[in-house]
């Protein structure tokens, strides 16, 4: 396997869909990022649109300032079994924890304590060495794979040649119809 594929394979990032999905889609993310959160229900929706064909798998890139405890904050509640909850619900909520790109820590807190999580078993377990190194897999991997911005989309290996939704949409279709 190439160093590429290896940065792809993202076999410790949280995935959504079936395992055996012939179309993988691996999304670079980063909290903060406005249009990560804009994009992330036209993925949704590509796979319900498509059900059983699509995996998503999510990396984190921390690249807005002060993004890092908000991206320590979604690897660990996956200790709790809440990322996708907790993924979800901060990129709804993202106008009240992030203000001119830059990211204000507590009120990320806020959101994610109200939904429900032990918050200290949270700010325990975003200290373990497993969280940091999942980060830091991530980090390596973009920038193995020259990622640069969010959101960074790989369909079954191929980069987005150009940026959108449409572009997205096409590139999906696409493999899910030499898949299928």
């Known amino acids: 396997m190439c160093i590429r594929d290896r940065a792809l ?27 990560c959160a804009a994009f992330y229900p036209l993925v949704k929706q590509m796979m319900t649109e498509h059900p ?56 990320a807190r806020q959101v994610v304590a109200s939904l429900g999580l032990d918050m200290l078993q949270l700010t325990a377990d975003m200290q373990t060495p497993e969280v940091a190194q999942r980060i830091a897999q991530d980090s390596q991997d973009a920038a193995t794979l020259n990622v640069t911005k969010t959101p960074e989309y790989f369909v079954n290996g191929r980069q987005m040649q150009s940026f959108g939704r449409q572009q997205l949409r096409e590139l999906v279709r696409g493999a899910v119809q030499k898949a299928y």
């Open 9 to 35: 394979a993202s076999t410790h990032a949280p995935s959504l869909g079936k395992a055996d999905a012939r179309v993988h889609v691996v999304e670079f993310l980063d909290p903060a990022c406005e249009t």
């Open 52 to 107: 059983d064909r699509i995996r998503l798998s999510v990396r984190h890139v921390a690249f807005h300032k002060g993004s890092e405890p908000v991206v320590a904050m979604l690897e660990a509640s996956r200790q709790q079994g809440r990322y996708w909850h907790l993924l979800e619900a901060l990129l709804q909520a993202q106008g009240l924890w992030v203000d001119n790109h830059v990211v204000q820590p507590q009120m």
